[in-house]
């Protein structure tokens, strides 16, 4: 069983690569957003990015930096077959992971007006925001201290690959093609 993790700055392309990997290798999907947004919406809080980061931070503080990520792991053990797990932000997180065979963590980025023009067009619950707000939420996730909170800077660092974005989708699959290929 070969396990993908996903990380990368907001708006990137992880969700692209995820549907790649879906349709065109049978990955199976592990997504922390999904996680999150089920006990968001079972603690009747409004689904936004500050909810799900207060949820995942208190999450991690309330069992430990890689909790969210092993929950998603148990169950993509009981499917048993080649799987993604989206979005990895902590370190804790990547560290839990290289435990286990077969794993490699993607990492995505792109410029940030590109970046903020996808995440308009996605329009998911938690993308109606200004620009100077994206700017500041991906400013709060970039780096941390404290093994809880995201510190996406620090994960895209300890990628196997990463993937620049910034230009066509073919181009992007192209390169995950190329990465598959040496994975399988």
């Known amino acids: 069983m070969i396990i993908i993790g996903i990380t990368g700055t907001i708006g990137a392309g992880k969700g692209t690569i995820v549907d790649y990997l879906i349709e065109h290798k049978s990955f199976s999907h592990y997504s922390v957003r ?20 207060i949820v995942a931070n208190e ?16 169950q993509a053990v009981v499917k048993g077959n080649n799987c993604i797990i989206e979005s990895i932000r902590t370190p804790g997180e990547i560290e839990a992971l290289r435990k286990m065979e ?21 329009a998911s619950e938690t993308d ?7 700017v500041e939420n991906e400013k709060r996730e970039m780096n941390s201290q404290d ?13 196997d690959f990463v993937f620049k974005n910034d230009s066509s989708k073919e ?14």
């Open 102 to 122: 077969s794993f490699y963590l993607f990492a995505v980025d792109a410029e940030p007006q590109l970046r903020y023009n996808r995440i308009l067009q996605r």
């Open 59 to 74: 999450l991690r503080a309330m069992h430990s930096p890689s909790f969210i990520i092993e929950e998603l792991y148990k």
């Open 34 to 53: 999904e996680y999150l947004i089920s006990i968001i919406e079972d603690k009747n809080l409004p689904v936004n990015r500050d909810s799900m980061v």
């Open 128 to 134: 109606n925001i200004s620009f100077q707000t994206f």
């Open 171 to 184: 181009n992007l699959f192209f390169n995950i093609e190329s990465v598959i290929r040496k994975l399988l």
């Open 147 to 159: 093994p809880n909170k995201q510190n996406l800077s620090k994960c895209i660092e300890q990628a």
